[in-house]
């Protein structure tokens, strides 16, 4: 199975003025596209895993028994990969609630406020690069927790249901340094919750 840069449901400058139509062109086309080329590279003299999704080679990373250098390789490019493509289905132009979800998360943290204020916590105080998760944890309990780099979830046996791209490269052709400015605007266009 050939790994596909997914096409967007909305055109690059669907999401402006929150975020502006160069930066999503580079981060689709170039940074996503890149993921996906070296994920399939990466996957090239592993036929068995060729026949994987890519979120199930994720889910196993940890017990593949192939060279150290190649484990690394998979994990983070198929991390760029298969985090993005949960990044780009999140966002959009008009909102679409689920509110089941809301409802859920107002039990278990209190109130979308609070959610919010946590997870822009989170979001804002991740150092270096990374991404800002709500994830269902092994026990189906709803979490917000940061990773490095492309590392997913899915790696630890939780299910991603959110997230926001902290590196740099998400932002800072609009924001420069302004993180906590991106992260306040990503909510905007965040079409899961109002």
């Known amino acids: 199975m050939k790994h596909e840069l997914p096409k967007l449901k909305y055109s690059y400058d669907a999401l402006e003025p929150f975020i502006d139509v160069q930066t999503m062109q580079i981060h689709h086309s170039k940074h996503h596209q890149g993921y996906t080329d070296k ?87 991740k150092f270096g690069s990374g991404w800002t998760w709500l994830v269902r944890d092994e026990n189906g309990k709803l979490q917000v927790y940061s990773t490095s780099n492309q590392d997913s979830p899915l790696s630890t046996g939780h299910t991603p249901i959110l997230t926001l791209d902290v590196w740099e490269h998400a932002y800072y052709l609009k924001y420069q340094n302004r993180r906590a400015e991106y992260i306040e605007n990503w909510w905007n266009v965040l079409k899961l919750l109002p």
Request: aromatic content about 10%; charged content about 30%.
């Open 39 to 125: 994920f399939n590279k990466s996957l090239e003299k592993y036929p068995e895993l060729q026949e994987k999704s890519a979120e199930d080679i994720l889910k196993d990373i940890s017990s593949l028994n192939i060279y150290e250098a190649d484990k690394n390789a998979i994990k983070n490019n198929g991390g760029g990969y298969v985090n993005h493509n949960l990044f780009w289905s999140v966002l959009g132009p008009k909102k679409q609630v689920d509110e089941n979800l809301v409802k859920e998360i107002e039990e278990t943290f209190g109130s979308l406020e609070s959610f919010k204020e946590l997870f822009n916590k989170e979001a804002g105080t």
